[in-house]
Structures are given as structure tokens and as C-alpha cells.
């Protein structure tokens, strides 16, 4: 049975799988309820690191509950610590994503978020445009070349609307001779997410 074609946040993940390879060092911008952290660490395998970033405690528990039923290895880490070591594992960070830099131990070779808010979590807690972008461009920056950014975005949420508009301009933006970008959107639904996936070329 074919899977349904408007999977954007599998979409997604097919596409950095095709990039990432086992032993690499790959972000979730927003952990959530685990499922992209889970993802990246298959792809990553037992040598690879995952850093992972939620602001909620409850989101970072939902995390390491399919981290533990997976059986991978984890260490929680609490805001305000200084740059990581290169470890094989995976790192939840209770921080903002807008704080990725000063935790990154190297170069990532991919990057992944879901915007919007934690499902069945409370609704008025969401990802913004200021905490996003800043996110964004420190991962394009510190990208490694040939690395994929992948980011599902939710518009049909109070805020979504401005964050999606702020998160195109950004994608938009990109330096075509150091970026190629894709827009993958269901066109004959709107308020449906849509995924937008960026390769570092230089």
C-alpha cells in the first residue's frame, strides 16, 4: 500500500537521510515528542551524535522515553552549560535552539525542526520568528558542506502564519551559489504544513 503523498514531515526525513551516514554529528532544532531526535540517531548509529533541543521538560521526557525503548545511549543536559564534548549518544538540551551554537562540538551534517507547538502539549507555548531565525541562521552557517536543513512548518496555529512568512523570507534569502532550496507544499490545501529543505553547495 503507497503511503500518503502529502507526508511532509517523511519527506523531510527521507531527504536527510540521504545525506547523513552513521558516525556524524546531526541537530533537532525541536525535540518535541521524540520522533525526529529517535530518526536522526537511527541515521546517526551507536557512534553518531544528536543533539537535541526543547525548552520543555515535558517534551525532553517524551524524548527520552522512545530513546530508551530504542535502546540508545542519552544524557540530559540542563540551559547554561558551555560547549559539548564529541560524544556518540544523544544530547537533550532543555534550551532554546536559538542557543545552538555555544553547545555545538563541530560542524553538524544535518539539521531538523518542527515548528509550531508540542503536540498534546499546551497550545500557547510555540516556536517564534525570533527564536527561529536565530536558530536558522547559525545552522546555515555552521552547516557542513553538503549538510541538509530540514524544517516542517505549521501555519494553521495563532503565530504560525508570522513565523511561516518570517521562515520563507530566511529560506528564500539563501545565497544561491552556496545553497540550493526546496519547497514542498501541498497545493490545493493551504493551512496544510509544508517543508522546506536546504543543501549547503559551499
Not at 52 to 57: N, S
Not at 68 to 91: C, H, K, N, W, Y
Request: with cysteine.
Amino acid at each position: 500500500m503507497s503511503r500518503p503523498l502529502t507526508r511532509v514531515v517523511s519527506w523531510g526525513h527521507e531527504l536527510l537521510a540521504e545525506t547523513v551516514r552513521k558516525g556524524q554529528l546531526v541537530v533537532d532544532l525541536t525535540a518535541g515528542n521524540g520522533f525526529d531526535t529517535l530518526m536522526l540517531w537511527r541515521l546517526v548509529g551507536n557512534t553518531g551524535q544528536v543533539l537535541a533541543f526543547d525548552i520543555q521538560a515535558e517534551a525532553l521526557s517524551n524524548t527520552r522515553q522512545k530513546l530508551e525503548a530504542a535502546g540508545a545511549v542519552f544524557r540530559m543536559r540542563t540551559a547554561g552549560q558551555q560547549q559539548l564534548p564529541i560524544s556518540p549518544g544523544v544530547d537533550l538540551i532543555q534550551s532554546g535552539h536559538e542557543h545552538l551554537e555555544s553547545y555545538l562540538p563541530g560542524p553538524p551534517n544535518g539539521v531538523v525542526a518542527n515548528l509550531g507547538y508540542l503536540p498534546g502539549g499546551e497550545q500557547a507555548l510555540i516556536t517564534r520568528p525570533e527564536s527561529t531565525l536565530a536558530a536558522l541562521q547559525q545552522a546555515c552557517r555552521l552547516l557542513r558542506t553538503g549538510g541538509r536543513i530540514a524544517v516542517v512548518v505549521y501555519t494553521g496555529h495563532h503565530g504560525g502564519e508570522a513565523e511561516g512568512a518570517a521562515v520563507d523570507r530566511f529560506f528564500s534569502a539563501l545565497n544561491e551559489e552556496s545553497f540550493q532550496v526546496l519547497r514542498i507544499n501541498v497545493a490545493n490545501r493551504p493551512q496544510a504544513p509544508y517543508l522546506l529543505v536546504a543543501e549547503k553547495r559551499q
